[in-house]
């Protein structure tokens, strides 16, 4: 399945709220979402605990690029009574990378998912996630632009990594600032 997609930083829910409720988005619910990522060298690979009660095995491939970008993805769901076991395969077989932690709001406009994301560690987003699925990519584009135009998103910042590799980075300075700080302390926390 593709997507066309975005990720940019917001500061203020409260006027993207009311912009997606002036088009006429559909507000779907909140979730607490939980993804485990397993190093995986042509993608990115993960495990997404939804509310504690559905879980999904997510692979998806798209270029580092800030803007929109096409996704390519596959999402496989896990029985509860089976996430365990998958996670225990996943980490022997790749090793777990990071663990991203979420509250996210689920809106729907036409063929869009808009996502507003509070990510622990990491800030607020939106993310939007135009299916090209029944529609064809000339028609995907137009709606795109059209929320994008719609959420007034040109004065965000735009992102071109994941979430996991925003995390990432945010350790690996945070990491840097304390053995700069003192590298004996660095050492014995870090252990």
């Not at 496989?76 to 709001?105: A, C, D, H």
Request: proline letters at 2%; aromatic letters at 12%; hydrophobic letters at 35%.
């Amino acid at each position: 399945m593709k997507n066309i997609e975005l990720k940019a930083s917001i500061n203020n829910f409260d006027k993207i709220t009311s912009l997606l409720k002036k088009m006429r988005a559909k507000h779907i619910n909140k979730q607490y979402q939980k993804d485990t990522y397993y190093y995986c060298r042509n993608g990115r690979l993960k495990v997404r605990n939804i509310n504690n009660k559905k879980f999904e095995l997510i692979f998806y491939q798209r270029p580092n690029r800030a803007g929109k970008k096409i996704s390519n993805y596959q999402i496989f769901k896990i029985k509860p009574k089976e996430v365990n076991f998958t996670m225990s395969i996943l980490n022997k077989k790749f090793g777990e990378q990071t663990i991203v932690e979420k509250n996210r709001e689920l809106w729907i406009y036409k063929h869009t998912r808009i996502h507003i994301d509070k990510v622990f560690s990491l800030g607020n987003f939106l993310e939007l996630e135009t299916a090209i699925k029944n529609i064809n990519i000339k028609k995907a584009e137009k709606e795109f632009k059209e929320v994008a135009k719609l959420l007034d998103l040109k004065k965000f910042k735009k992102y071109s990594k994941s979430y996991s590799d925003l995390l990432l980075r945010t350790h690996q300075t945070n990491q840097f600032k304390l053995e700069k700080f003192s590298p004996v302390f660095a050492k014995f926390c870090l252990a």
